[in-house]
Every structure is written in C-alpha cells, then in structure tokens.
C-alpha cells in the first residue's frame, strides 16, 4: 500500500511539474511558480540525492526539500488570485509530500 502510495505521489508530482512549468511559461504568474516549487524538489531529490538525511537526533526529515515545498506553498498562497488548479496542484503536492516522507518512506 505505501509503495503503491508513494507510486501514486510521484506521478501527481510529474503531473502537477509539468502542468505548472506549462501554465508559467504561458502567463508569467507566480502562482504557478509557486505550485513548481511545491512539485519538484521531492521529484528531483528522489534522481539527485542532494539532501541527505538528517542526524538520528532530528525529528525533521529532508530539511532542504521540506523548507523548498513550504516556501513553494507559502509563494503560491501569497500570490493566488482565486481557488483553481495552481492552488489545489500546490495544496496535493504539499500534502502527498508529507504523508509519502513521514509514513510511505519511515
């Protein structure tokens, strides 16, 4: 179930990257750069590794990632005109992140 999950999180976060890098380059809107930034770090630390995991006395898993998604979020909530796709692609992908990080991969 967590690997079918984790499956799952993986193909909304293409799906949302793709949509949101397509829909930016069209209009130029932070929004959607703020809805890219929620969907990509965790796809691409998944290729490239470049956040290590965190000391076995920290609480936090994948600092950098998670600090890139919340900033991705907080610029997508500052920035939204109104509740649409940018906004449900970046609340999904916050959300995915979080349950794929501290329970499809614990």
Not at 12 to 28: E, K, P, V
Request: hydrophobic content about 60%; some cysteine; overall charge positive.
């Amino acid at each position: 179930m967590k690997t079918l999950f984790s499956l799952g999180y993986l193909a909304l976060a293409a799906i949302a990257s793709l949509t949101s890098l397509w829909q930016f380059a069209i209009s130029f809107h932070l929004a959607w750069l703020g809805a890219l930034m929620t969907a990509l770090p965790p796809m691409i630390n998944r290729v490239w590794a470049f956040d290590r995991t965190a000391p076995v006395h920290h609480k936090v898993k994948l600092p950098r990632v998670s600090a890139m998604v919340l900033a991705g979020l907080a610029l997508e909530l500052l920035t939204v005109p109104e509740r649409g796709l940018s906004l449900w692609l970046a609340l999904g992908c916050t959300g995915g992140f979080l349950l794929d990080t501290y329970w499809a991969r614990a």
